[in-house]
């Protein structure tokens, strides 16, 4: 089998703009940058990226059963 399916968390902004959290089926080995694109994000934003709890960057690639996080950046006064 050539798919994976992962599960996508979206926090802060990123909610509103994607949606909520969501499976995904995704082509096994697919990176979390392509992932990104998938979901409409601008991967050129400084993004925070987890899986299964670990930060990791966005050539990574995912396997099945992966969690995703993509938390946008925090800025405040």
């Not at 925070?48 to 925090?74: E, F, M, R």
């Amino acid at each position: 089998m050539n798919t994976a399916t992962i599960t996508v968390k979206l926090f802060g902004s990123l909610r509103g703009k994607a949606g909520p959290d969501q499976k995904m089926v995704i082509s096994k080995k697919e990176t979390i940058r392509a992932v990104v694109e998938r979901l409409s994000i601008d991967p050129q934003a400084s993004y925070l990226y987890s899986v299964n709890g670990h930060q990791t960057k966005a050539d990574a690639p995912l396997q099945d059963g992966d969690v995703l996080l993509i938390v946008p950046p925090i800025s405040g006064g």
